[in-house]
């Protein structure tokens, strides 16, 4: 096969790979905006991972041994001690023994019933 037809066959694969790609992508992402509904849980930061994509967070009320871990979308939307929003910076509570309200929604991503718990919003207290 000439090099310039496998070229095309090549750049046609890319193609075909970067639709579907983009088309799973957001078909993930109408999934988990119609099916997640954010839950209000109000506590105490008790780790924050070095990078803040994971964060544990110890609801009040609860009797749990450990806290459970949730994922943090970047930009996280956050309200400041003051009742303003804040987005594109890191919450200012985004730290262990900092308190805050969450909202958190489970994000489905197989049809196994698997889902991740993905903090939506942050308000400082």
């Known amino acids: 096969m000439p090099p310039a037809m496998q070229s ?4 046609l694969a890319l ?6 790609a983009a088309a799973g992508g957001a078909v993930f992402h109408y999934q988990a905006t119609q099916e997640a509904k954010p839950r209000v849980v109000r506590g105490t930061f008790t780790a924050v991972s070095s990078d ?5 967070f110890h609801a009040d009320g609860s009797e749990a041994a450990r806290s459970p871990s949730y994922g943090l979308v970047k930009p996280t939307p956050w309200e400041d001690g003051s009742g303003r929003w804040q987005e594109g910076r890191r919450p200012d509570c985004l730290s262990a023994g900092r308190r805050a309200e969450i909202a958190v ?7 196994g019933h698997r889902s991740a718990k993905i903090i939506v919003s942050v308000r400082c207290r």
């Open 8 to 11: 095309r066959r090549i750049g």
């Open 52 to 56: 803040e994509l994971q964060a544990a």
């Open 105 to 111: 929604a489970d994000i489905p991503y197989s049809e």
């Open 15 to 20: 193609l075909l790979f970067c639709t579907g």
